[in-house]
T-cell receptor, first 115, second 114 residues
């Protein structure tokens, strides 16, 4: 069965620090998709990135970067030079192509960036 | 482009009342999902539809919960009768297809049952 673990419940950093949010997943499928979503204090869930299991290239988007490593079943998310606006709950999620559940979410990591 | 639209954004009701939450998916999306989010249980998938057909409702907590999708542009989640433990944020999401595409979420409906 698919499972996503975000071991860090809460992280607090000072503005301009770099921070990495960990995500470890379990799946028996060879084809699957990994996602990150952001939930700011306003409550909406915002899609950040989608990655398929055959593409292990790291991705960078501005201050955001993602490190996908199949060998360790991890899909970690790094924010460089964090800002107060990055304060949110971040969810990692997994979708198995052949699975019964379209999307399985981790419990989320609450990031607080302090000015 | 319009995203997923949910209404109402906030609902306060008394125990025993019927509650209906509404969702309009992104145009062209074939799959629709209803989630519930609480502090205790996090994000839970309640039910999802593909091409207007319910595929899996195993996440629906009780018979008091029901969901319909009468057409490609509208879905409802109904709770009857409502109970205080139903208080949560209910999200609707849609995707182009069932498993290989990103789910886009609506703003959510915050339900409070007194």
């Amino acid at each position: 069965a698919q499972k996503v673990t975000q071991a860090q419940t809460e992280i607090s950093v000072v503005e301009k620090e770099d921070v990495t949010l960990d995500c470890v997943y379990e799946t028996r499928d060879t084809t699957y998709y990994l996602f990150w979503y952001k939930q700011p204090p306003s409550g909406e869930l915002v899609f950040l990135i989608r990655r398929n299991s055959f593409d292990e290239q790291n991705e960078i988007s501005g201050r955001y970067s993602w490190n996908f490593q199949k060998s360790t079943s991890s899909f970690n998310f790094t924010i460089t030079a964090s800002q107060v606006v990055d304060s949110a709950v971040y969810f990692c999620a997994l979708s198995e192509v052949s699975g019964n559940t379209p999307l399985v979410f981790g419990k989320g990591t609450r990031l607080s960036v302090i000015a | 482009d319009a995203g997923v639209i949910q209404s109402p954004r906030h609902e306060v009701t008394e125990m025993g009342q019927e509650v209906t939450l509404r969702c309009k998916p992104i145009s062209g999306h074939n799959s629709l999902f209803w989630y519930r989010q609480t502090m205790m249980r996090g994000l839970e998938l309640l039910i999802y539809f593909n091409n207007n057909v319910p595929i899996d409702d195993s996440g629906m907590p009780e018979d008091r919960f029901s969901a319909k999708m009468p057409n490609a542009s509208f879905s409802t989640l109904k709770i009857q009768p409502s109970e205080p433990r139903d208080s949560a944020v209910y999200f609707c999401a849609s995707s182009f297809d069932l498993e290989e595409d990103t789910q886009y979420f609506g703003p959510g409906t915050r339900l409070t049952v007194l």
